[in-house]
């Protein structure tokens, strides 16, 4: 029999690294990433040049499917998303059913996962290669859809079904901020700009949330319910959930009188728990390449729409003051892709509670991409060990006597 005392011993065979700091999961040829010298590429494409020239729907294609798409290819993947982008007429009802203020992310999480329900073939994760892509494609067709009538449901409009003619991009604007009483006149600034934001978010290697995915799939679960579970992993504000934080935080700062110095010296006391909501990484020790292109974009996408945000001047001088601080240079903490994304989403005319949201609109083609990825290469089950730290031997005592 087993000596359960001797279990305790286990803290010899067992690594424990909590919060999987130093610890690999996978072995996966989707993206790359050099934290010490803020490099980002997917598919071995810098980041850079692929936010420069490329479409949302193109990366989507390179990440799911590893190669960049052909002019065939990639007409035919977008043919192939148009014909599902509708969502089950049935599923309205959920719309119907939640508060009209309720969180976006909650409502998106539950009904990313009840897309299982409305297309149960997606319950087989045996299926084969061609169910497997039938299901993707849905998800990658449906999402723009749902995330768009969220927004709807928020502002309290009706819904705009999707115009296939569209592209994807355009597609999901149309739908978001298009009236059913008037012709929304699609702006080629805000769909680059879209473009350019979904391109940035759309993978980073075993993230909370990409990882949230990877280890739900690998019980064989469905591609709905995996990536919901993504959906509320990103949620939390020390993930996605940051860059609506972000706008909270230089709103408050604004409405405070504007003094940077006193809210730098607030993040830097440790008795206090606040932070500077999208500074710092888990694995960008030199600086976050993605939030420097968003940060340019957002100069160059405020000016073009002849906006000017008072929040961008707080963010600029927040970054300025705390860069110069010892504190954040000693722990190496540098602005986020969280940072600078929000004053965008605002300046395209998206209300706070959107953001994450938009984060996930971003980030599926990632999501996709890792799970078909861990299904491919046959991983096992994941489930981490622990360290047991309780009592080994207790007596049972009776209620009566406790
Ligand atoms: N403000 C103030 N201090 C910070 C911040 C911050 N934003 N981030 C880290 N620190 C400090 C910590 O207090 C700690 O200090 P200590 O060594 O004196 O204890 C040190 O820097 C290291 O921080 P950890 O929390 O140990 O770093 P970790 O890698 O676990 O966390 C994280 C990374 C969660 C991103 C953290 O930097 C943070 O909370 N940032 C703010 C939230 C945010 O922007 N999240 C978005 C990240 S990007 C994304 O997920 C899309």
Same mark, same amino acid.
């Given at each position: 029999?087993?000596?359960?005392?001797?279990?305790?011993?286990?803290?010899?065979?067992?690594?424990?690294?909590?919060?999987?700091?130093?610890?690999?999961?996978?072995?996966?040829?989707?993206?790359?990433?050099?934290?010490?010298?803020?490099?980002?590429?997917?598919?071995?494409?810098?980041?850079?040049?692929?936010?420069?020239?490329?479409?949302?729907?193109?990366?989507?294609?390179?990440?799911?499917?590893?190669?960049?798409?052909?002019?065939?290819?990639?007409?035919?993947?977008?043919?192939?998303?148009?014909?599902?982008?509708?969502?089950?007429?049935?599923?309205?009802?959920?719309?119907?059913?939640?508060?009209?203020?309720?969180?976006?992310?909650?409502?998106?999480?539950?009904?990313?996962?009840?897309?299982?329900?409305?297309?149960?073939?997606?319950?087989?994760?045996?299926?084969?290669?061609?169910?497997?892509?039938?299901?993707?494609?849905?998800?990658?067709?449906?999402? %723009?859809? !749902? +995330? =768009?009538?969220?927004? &709807?449901?928020? *502002?309290? #409009?009706?819904?705009?079904?999707?115009?296939?003619?569209?592209?994807?991009?355009?597609?999901?604007?149309?739908?978001?901020?298009?009236?059913?009483?008037?012709?929304?006149?699609?702006? %080629?600034? !805000? +769909? =680059?700009?879209?473009? &350019?934001?979904? *391109?940035? #978010?759309?993978?980073?290697?075993?993230?909370?949330?990409?990882?949230?995915?990877?280890?739900?799939?690998?019980?064989?679960?469905?591609?709905?319910?995996?990536?919901?579970?993504?959906?509320?992993?990103?949620?939390?504000?020390?993930?996605?959930?940051?860059?609506?934080?972000?706008?909270?935080?230089?709103?408050?700062?604004?409405?405070?009188?504007?003094?940077?110095?006193?809210?730098?010296?607030?993040?830097?006391?440790?008795?206090?728990?606040?932070?500077?909501?999208?500074?710092?990484?888990?694995?960008?020790?030199?600086?976050?390449?993605?939030?420097?292109?968003?940060?340019?974009?957002?100069?160059?996408?405020?000016?073009?729409?002849?906006?000017?945000?008072?929040?961008?001047?707080?963010?600029?001088?927040?970054?300025?003051?705390?860069?110069?601080?010892?504190?954040?240079?000693?722990?190496?903490?540098?602005?986020?892709?969280?940072?600078?994304?929000?004053?965008?989403?605002?300046?395209?005319?998206?209300?706070?509670?959107?953001?994450?949201?938009?984060?996930?609109?971003?980030?599926?083609?990632?999501?996709?991409?890792?799970?078909?990825?861990?299904?491919?290469?046959?991983?096992?089950?994941?489930?981490?060990?622990?360290?047991?730290?309780?009592?080994?031997?207790?007596?049972?005592?009776?209620?009566?006597?406790?």
């Amino acid at each position: 029999a087993i000596d359960i005392s001797k279990l305790r011993d286990l803290s010899g065979y067992v690594t424990l690294d909590s919060g999987y700091k130093n610890t690999g999961a996978t072995k996966s040829a989707i993206t790359f990433l050099d934290g010490e010298q803020g490099i980002l590429k997917y598919r071995g494409y810098p980041i850079e040049e692929l936010a420069e020239k490329s479409s949302f729907l193109e990366i989507a294609y390179l990440l799911i499917y590893g190669t960049l798409p052909t002019q065939n290819e990639l007409d035919n993947f977008q043919y192939q998303i148009s014909r599902h982008t509708l969502v089950h007429e049935d599923m309205k009802k959920f719309f119907d059913g939640f508060p009209s203020h309720s969180h976006p992310m909650g409502q998106l999480c539950s009904l990313v996962c009840s897309l299982s329900a409305f297309y149960p073939e997606s319950l087989n994760v045996h299926a084969g290669k061609e169910e497997e892509n039938t299901t993707i494609l849905k998800l990658l067709a449906k999402m %723009p859809t !749902v +995330v =768009s009538w969220i927004y &709807k449901k928020g *502002i309290g #409009h009706p819904i705009i079904y999707p115009q296939n003619d569209l592209d994807y991009v355009s597609n999901f604007l149309n739908m978001t901020f298009g009236q059913r009483t008037e012709k929304y006149v699609i702006d %080629p600034v !805000v +769909v =680059s700009a879209m473009n &350019k934001l979904l *391109i940035l #978010h759309a993978d980073h290697e075993q993230n909370c949330s990409t990882s949230t995915v990877r280890i739900v799939g690998s019980s064989d679960c469905n591609l709905y319910a995996s990536i919901s579970a993504g959906i509320s992993a990103l949620w939390g504000p020390l993930h996605g959930g940051a860059n609506q934080a972000v706008i909270e935080m230089l709103e408050k700062i604004k409405n405070d009188g504007g003094d940077v110095d006193k809210w730098v010296a607030k993040a830097k006391d440790k008795n206090d728990s606040f932070r500077l909501m999208g500074f710092g990484h888990r694995v960008y020790k030199n600086f976050d390449p993605r939030a420097k292109i968003i940060k340019k974009a957002c100069d160059d996408i405020l000016e073009k729409l002849g906006i000017n945000d008072p929040v961008l001047e707080i963010a600029k001088k927040l970054e300025e003051v705390a860069l110069s601080d010892p504190y954040f240079a000693d722990r190496k903490l540098y602005p986020n892709v969280d940072f600078y994304s929000g004053i965008i989403y605002r300046a395209l005319g998206f209300p706070t509670e959107m953001f994450t949201v938009l984060f996930a609109l971003g980030r599926l083609p990632g999501w996709i991409a890792q799970w078909k990825e861990m299904r491919e290469n046959k991983e096992p089950i994941g489930r981490p060990r622990q360290i047991y730290v309780g009592e080994v031997n207790q007596e049972f005592v009776e209620i009566s006597k406790r």
